[in-house]
């Protein structure tokens, strides 16, 4: 068991690696950062649980920043709390911001009851998406940027009568399921609920192939823009408000 006050800076080039059972608890305003990759080892009896100390103080941001090579490769993760943070001149929008690595791959995790503009960050990277949940984060739970790669068998959902005794999270208007950037995604076998605005928006150039997915009580579906190519094929609809807004 860990508590962290103020900013955990881990050298440039080291990787990090946190074994099964971990709880990880933060300060508010406090964040953590890694300039090379990272490995979290959780399983779903034994997750490593990250989340805010004080109830309703949200720390900042868990920032993983790579180059180019470097991976990440998380597993078993619950992680709630957290917010966005300004440090060392990166930008993190998410309560887990991971930018720049060779792969990212993240399975079997629960990230929820997050405040931040987005639950979970990803850019510039190669990822895998697997077997997760995200849940209840304030504005978009997943928001991937200029990355390539598989989302499978996720569910992703907003509920407000779902509580978190140390976080209480008010959703936004204007929050996505996951939102996509000038990415190149296969999204297949996912579920998407309870979306205010839009299960999945994709844009700016994207190319997404949305397979198999199921979508239920959103306002939009899916929603394509800013000359991205989208193929939607064998999806199903239930009771959304728009199924395909372009």
């Known amino acids: 068991e860990?508590?962290?006050?103020?900013?955990?800076?881990?050298?440039?080039?080291?990787?990090?690696?946190?074994?099964k059972g971990t709880s990880i608890k933060l300060m508010e305003n406090s964040n953590m950062v890694i300039y090379g990759g990272l490995v979290i080892l959780g399983t779903k009896k034994n997750p490593v649980v990250i989340s805010n100390l004080l109830q309703n103080k949200p720390f900042g941001s868990i920032l993983v920043l790579g180059d180019g090579r470097s991976l990440v490769d998380i597993a078993g993760l619950d992680l709630s709390g957290g917010s966005?943070?300004?440090?060392?001149?990166?930008?993190a929008s998410g309560a887990i911001s991971i930018h720049n690595h060779s792969n990212v791959k993240i399975y079997n995790s629960y990230i929820h009851h997050n405040s931040a503009d987005d639950?979970?960050?990803?850019?510039?990277?190669?990822?895998?998406?697997i077997?997760?949940?995200?849940?209840?984060?304030?504005?978009?739970?997943v928001d991937i940027?200029?990355?390539?790669?598989?989302?499978?068998?996720?569910?992703?959902?907003?509920?407000?009568?779902q509580e978190n005794p140390n976080m209480n999270i008010l959703s936004s208007d204007n929050g996505?399921?996951?939102?996509?950037?000038?990415?190149?995604?296969?999204?297949?076998?996912?579920?998407?609920?309870?979306?205010?605005?839009?299960?999945?928006?994709?844009?700016?150039?994207?190319?997404?192939?949305?397979?198999?997915?199921?979508?239920?009580?959103n306002r939009s579906a899916v929603t394509a823009k800013d000359q991205s190519d989208v193929y939607l094929l064998s999806n199903e609809y239930e009771s959304n408000k728009l199924n395909v807004e372009m």
């Open 131 to 141: 077997d997760n949940i995200f849940a209840n984060n304030y504005a978009d739970q």
């Open 145 to 161: 940027d200029f990355s390539n790669g598989l989302i499978e068998k996720n569910t992703f959902y907003v509920d407000l009568d």
């Open 176 to 217: 996505d399921g996951v939102d996509f950037s000038g990415s190149k995604i296969y999204l297949k076998n996912n579920f998407f609920k309870g979306f205010i605005d839009k299960a999945v928006s994709i844009g700016e150039e994207t190319s997404a192939v949305v397979e198999k997915n199921s979508f239920k009580l």
């Open 119 to 129: 639950g979970m960050n990803i850019k510039n990277s190669n990822i895998e998406l």
């Open 84 to 91: 966005e943070s300004l440090i060392n001149g990166v930008y």
């Open 2 to 19: 860990y508590v962290i006050r103020g900013n955990l800076i881990f050298p440039y080039g080291y990787d990090v690696k946190i074994p």
